[in-house]
Nanobody, 123 residues
Framework: QVQLVESGGGLVQAGGSLRLSCAASGRTSSGNVMGWFRQVPGKEREFVAAISWSIGTTYYTDSVKGRFTISRDNAKNTVYLQMHSLKPEDTAVYYC????????????????WGQGTQVTVSS
């Protein structure tokens, strides 16, 4: 079992920044991949970014490249999603999730999920 707790969401104006955190506990492993997804009502959950615990390789969906940065602090078992130049279309509930390697962008491939944190970007 792995427990994930997200934090850092909130309301921000377009062009602003937020940093999301995902604290992991339980049976975490250096072989895992941590991912961030987002979901708006009525739509499927969308892949945002992922990072490998061990070597820090990252992967992003095209719509956030150059604006979002995923990082991890292995000592704290925490993954971050730094978001800059936020747009109203970034508004969603953001979830972190964990899976065994290799990388994946499909939510069905992830085994454990956090409860989500709301990000709202006003225009």
């Amino acid at each position: 079992q792995v427990q994930l707790v997200e934090s850092g969401g909130g309301l921000v104006q377009a062009g602003g920044s937020l940093r999301l955190s995902c604290a992991a506990s339980g049976r975490t492993s250096s072989g895992n991949v941590m991912g961030w997804f987002r979901q708006v009502p009525g739509k499927e959950r969308e892949f945002v970014a992922a990072i490998s615990w061990s070597i820090g390789t990252t992967y992003y969906t095209d719509s956030v490249k150059g604006r979002f940065t995923i990082s991890r602090d292995n000592a704290k078992n925490t993954v971050y999603l730094q978001m800059h130049s936020l747009k109203p279309e970034d508004t969603a509930v953001y979830y972190c999730a964990v899976k065994r390697a290799p990388f994946g962008t499909r939510d069905t491939g992830y085994d454990y999920w956090g409860q989500g944190t709301q990000v709202t970007v006003s225009s």
